[in-house]
């Protein structure tokens, strides 16, 4: 497995080593040992799963109540997965990671606690799996409106190709909204 960190220290991109034959493909998407090497959590508490429709954007979702550190892949398709530091005592607060993932080449994104979390899907179908620290809060959810001009995310779609749930569609300004210390 390959590990690479990105512009900002702590969120990481990991590409595992694919085997591939006649019969298809094999890829080892979680190894305790490996990751716990590379500063990954070794205990998790929740394995999620969602299917979107291509343009669907989730995000940018975060919780102050029982933070959450995500390590997250597709499944089948491709998605472009953006992290946001909201860590007050950065120096990178404010600033984005994107990464484009893919079902074929089987990166995965580890996004630590104290950052936002959002994804558009690029193809028909996106299968997005992902492994939390911590369980869900509602009282502790938080969501930054997508297309803030502060944080200038270059999304590779018009605001009106979006597709996006009301709860999003009403997220909060990057300077209004809470962020960690």
Do not use: C
């Amino acid at each position: 497995m390959k590990i690479t960190e990105t512009a900002i220290p702590g969120v990481l991109v990991l590409t595992p080593t694919i085997f591939r034959d006649s019969r298809g493909a094999f890829l080892e998407t979680w190894n305790q040992k490996r990751m716990m090497e590379a500063g990954l959590p070794g205990d998790w508490v929740q394995d999620n799963f969602s299917i979107s429709r291509k343009n669907v954007l989730r995000g940018i979702h975060y919780q102050v109540i029982q933070p959450q550190g995500k390590l997250v892949r597709v499944a089948y398709g491709a998605a472009l997965d953006v992290a946001v530091d909201l860590r007050r005592s950065s120096p990178t607060f404010g600033r984005h990671v994107a990464v484009e993932l893919t079902a074929e080449r089987g990166e995965m994104f580890w996004i630590p606690q104290g950052f936002g979390h959002a994804f558009l899907a690029l193809t028909d179908e996106v299968g997005f799996a992902y492994k939390v620290t911590d369980y869900y809060s509602a009282a502790g959810e938080r969501t930054i409106l997508w297309s803030d001009p502060e944080l200038a995310i270059p999304w590779p779609i018009r605001a009106e190709d979006v597709i996006i749930s009301d709860k999003d569609a009403q997220g909060m300004p990057f300077r209004k909204a809470e962020v960690f210390a």
